[in-house]
């Protein structure tokens, strides 16, 4: 199966944290992209847990951290139950980048075992998946092309829209972890931006710079100055969630 990365027009970061997570509360509009993607082949095992990755020219990949195999351990908790399953994944969507590939396999899995084993997501199940396996895995698990993201990934909301977009690679990698460090060093933070604004804008297909916005881009910046020049050639763009990859419009 394909799995496609997701892209952020708008993203607010407020200072509120969950109060388990510690994950901040956001406001964003979130839009499936198809110009990378995953693919994913899921087949049942006899008695373990194989996962494999490898990249676009079949060469394998090692992570120190499986976001699969915590989404794995996530379902067991769950459901109450063992999953034995040999994955193989080809990673077509940039890593470190900001555009969800991590969190786009992670719901993968999760939908493929909910039809597999004819299993339910309970509603607050979310809030668990937000916490727990990562913010974007809702979003990716709602199938939808475009939304309205808030809570801590939790809540999302359909909207009709579609929007003409070029997302540049900056082959620069960039740790989510580092670039919140940043943020929270900041005491006094605070958004700057009035997200059903920015939302007004967009639903009336006026994306330009006054519509885009990123509450993480300063510190995405601070974390990598050098893409500011890769900004300014660019346009109205701005960095795709907390980075690296630029959206062009």
């Not at 990378?36 to 049942?44: K, L, R, S, V």
């Amino acid at each position: 199966m394909k799995v496609f990365a997701k892209y952020n027009l708008i993203l607010k970061i407020l200072p509120k944290k969950d109060s388990i997570s510690k994950k901040h509360y956001i406001q964003s509009l979130m839009c499936l992209t198809n110009q990378f993607y995953d693919q994913i082949d899921i087949q049942e095992s006899k008695n373990k847990l194989l996962v494999n990755y490898y990249n676009v020219h079949k060469r394998k990949l090692y992570f120190d951290n499986c976001l699969i195999n915590k989404t794995i351990r996530f379902c067991e908790k769950l459901f109450k139950r063992k999953f034995y399953l040999n994955i193989k994944v080809i990673k077509g969507i940039p890593i470190a980048a900001g555009l969800g590939g991590g969190s786009a396999d992670a719901s993968a899995i999760i939908l493929w075992i909910l039809n597999k084993y004819r299993l339910k997501l309970l509603p607050n199940d979310l809030l668990a998946i937000a916490r727990e396996v990562g913010s974007d895995v809702p979003f990716f698990l709602s199938k939808y092309s475009c939304a309205q993201v808030s809570g801590i990934g939790n809540v999302v909301a359909k909207v009709n829209m579609s929007f003409a977009h070029n997302i540049l690679l900056t082959n620069k990698k960039i740790l989510t972890k580092n670039v919140y460090k940043r943020l929270n060093q900041n005491k006094a933070y605070r958004s700057k931006v009035s997200y059903p604004s920015l939302l007004t804008l967009a639903k009336a297909n006026k994306i330009d710079s006054k519509a885009i916005y990123n509450d993480l881009q300063p510190y995405v910046l601070k974390v990598c100055p050098a893409l500011q020049t890769i900004l300014k050639n660019n346009y109205p763009a701005i960095v795709c969630g907390s980075g690296s990859s630029i959206i062009k419009l």
